[in-house]
């Protein structure tokens, strides 16, 4: 057991982030594109705090606080990680005894708040001269075992000027047949001393369809996030079952809530952090990604299948989240702009993805809070060798241009594919399913290889490639591609939404697609570009697309993209195993963001 810890203690020093780390003399208004600048203490989901004079702190709350601490008791924290740079570098602390830490300060008091749940009930968490100062715990409800479970997640947040307290919350009812997951808030007018519940809401459950041949897990409505608009309402977004986040409205500070519909932002069983920023803007980070579609259960998950999995009760694997986004709003949630990746995570491609112990892996329930010069500092994972710290500047989100030449590697690349089997906690082991092989005309560069690996290990043996832009209702994406001599087809398309690279769905959600065939105009062993132009993302518009500068063919746009189009897929079609294609380059510019 000890070799086993000390080998988990290798890897979280020698992994490597997608991003580069900042470096000490870095400035905080330098900071412009996301980079990486540590790890959470913890899940990510709640701890993150800025105090009044501008230091940054993480608390671990702890949730997985080390390999050997799944949780410790009362879930009262270890430790924290600070930072008094404005998030460039930090530092361990821990905690001292009697110091419970909480991440929400009262504009009212001055003092901080938090509301825990726990197994036999909810507690409200309380300083007394400030985070530093004392601390008091008290139950406020009680829950007597087998009982339900409050899952409050996010940070108390403050309306009305400061003067009501708003808590989103989940209430899983574990104890019937149904597991029900539904949401509301928590609500108080005394600064944290009593509290009211709004009615709770559900979405529908996850139905089987054409493309998902089994239930997913069924989690009505769970890990809301809230934000104030500017006429007063509030507005909540919903972690769902389905394709679509979900949201509510409340035109009475919480108190009460509209029948949730459908959001206009994609996620699934994942978690929507969305806030105001000091200019006024909105921030809306989430995993804008699908999981692979759902097959009948043990075709590809055996052995360690759960059976709750069979029938909606529990996960099977968790394929969608492995890349977190972010859009920006300047006119109150009615237009975004952005759907940017903020970060990969950077163990995507790990042959022991599964193995390496602990539950959730991987890139979401994020948190963020702002910082000077406007920058923002997210907190984003769960797992131990997943979690992160990122630092970027908002208006990055603005940029209508991208470049991709591999010079940085697979960094801005998601090639994952999965091996049959679950091999941990909702978790298949991973592999790159496309490669980077040596330029064939220069030997200084490398070029992206996609093609049918004929692995016999894989769920899909195609393997794909898919790469981000900042999104837009109309502009273009060009890539320069070369067909190997025993190419066997490939599929293009463009999506408004991160898929898989191996999902072989994805046409089936693409706004358009364009299929490579062997023998067609495109030769092998020849370089050759492609353009893909659309000027509108509504269904029954056109694609239109050139090959090497000359018009090859229009392509309907069979799905309307709400706020624009923002993938370019790759992904080998051949029924046998092939040499595939190469990719030497992708370029994207937005002409109406």
């Not at 230091?55 to 601490?69: A, C, K, N, S, V």
């Not at 507690?123 to 406020?140: A, F």
């Not at 091996?419 to 991973?430: E, L, Y």
């Not at 592999?431 to 070029?447: F, G, M, N, Q």
Request: proline residues 6%.
């Amino acid at each position: 057991m000890k070799a086993y810890f000390h080998s988990l203690a290798a890897l979280l020093l020698t992994t490597l982030p997608a991003l580069h780390a900042a470096e000490p003399s870095r400035k905080i208004g330098d900071v412009h594109a996301p980079i990486w600048v540590g790890r959470p203490p913890s899940d990510a989901v709640s701890g993150l705090v800025r105090l009044e004079n501008g230091e940054l702190r993480h608390y671990d709350y702890g949730i997985d606080p080390t390999p050997e601490l799944r949780s410790h008791p009362d879930f009262l924290p270890t430790s924290y990680v600070f930072s008094r740079d404005q998030g460039l570098t930090w530092e361990t602390q821990k905690v001292p005894k009697g110091h419970y830490g909480a991440d929400a300060r009262s504009p009212v008091s001055g003092e901080y708040l938090r509301l825990q749940d726990n197994k036999d009930g909810v507690y409200l968490i309380k300083s007394k001269g400030g985070i530093d100062g004392e601390w008091t715990m008290r139950r406020l409800w009680e829950i007597k075992p087998p009982g339900s479970e409050f899952n409050i997640t996010p940070t108390i947040m403050f309306i009305r000027g400061g003067k009501r307290a708003i808590v989103p919350w989940s209430y899983i009812r574990y104890n019937t047949p149904e597991h029900h997951h539904q949401a509301g808030v928590l609500f108080s007018d005394d600064d944290g001393e009593t509290w009211q519940r709004s009615n709770l809401l559900e979405a529908p459950p996850h139905q089987p369809d054409q493309r998902d041949l089994s239930v997913r897990w069924q989690n009505g409505a769970t890990e809301p996030t809230v934000v104030e608009l500017r006429d007063g309402r509030l507005w909540m977004i919903i972690r769902t079952s389905l394709d679509y986040h979900y949201q509510s409205f409340s035109a009475d500070g919480g108190a009460t809530w509209s029948q949730p519909e459908q959001s206009p932002f994609y996620g699934t069983l994942t978690s929507p952090r969305i806030e105001r920023l000091k200019d006024g803007r909105l921030l809306f980070i989430w995993n804008n990604t699908t999981s692979l579609p759902e097959f009948p259960k043990n075709e590809f998950t055996a052995p360690f299948i759960q059976e709750s999995a069979q029938n909606g009760l529990g996960e099977d694997a968790f394929t969608n989240r492995d890349a977190v986004h972010a859009a920006i709003s300047d006119d109150d949630g009615k237009t975004w702009r952005g759907f940017r990746e903020l970060f990969l995570n950077a163990r995507r491609n790990d042959g022991n993805y599964g193995e390496t112990g602990g539950l959730d892996r991987s890139v979401h329930q994020p948190q963020f809070v702002e910082v000077e010069n406007g920058r923002i500092v997210l907190s984003v994972g769960q797992h131990w060798l997943h979690r992160s710290l990122i630092l970027f500047d908002p208006d990055w989100l603005l940029e209508t241009k991208r470049l991709g030449d591999f010079s940085n590697g697979l960094d801005d690349w998601s090639v994952q594919g999965y091996k049959k089997g679950i091999r941990g906690h909702c978790s298949f082991n991973r592999y790159e399913s496309s490669t980077l092989v040596p330029h064939p005309d220069d030997a200084k560069r490398r070029v992206l290889n996609v093609r049918n690996s004929g692995r016999t290990d894989a769920i899909f043996p195609r393997g794909g490639a898919t790469w981000n832009f900042p999104g837009g209702k109309a502009g273009f994406v060009e890539t320069r591609i070369r067909l190997q001599q025993d190419f066997g087809g490939a599929r293009l398309c463009l999506l408004d939404r991160w898929l898989n690279p191996t999902d072989p769905t994805v046409a089936s959600l693409a706004m358009g697609h364009l299929n490579v065939a062997a023998g067609g105009k495109l030769k092998p062993q020849q370089w050759h570009t492609l353009r893909f132009t659309w000027k509108s993302a509504e269904a029954g518009s056109e694609i239109e697309v050139t090959l090497d500068g000359q018009p090859f063919v229009k392509l309907p746009v069979t799905r309307s993209a709400l706020h624009g189009i923002s993938y370019v897929h790759f992904q080998s079609t051949s029924a046998d195993r092939d040499s595939g294609l190469l990719i030497e380059s992708v370029r994207a510019e937005m002409t109406h963001p």
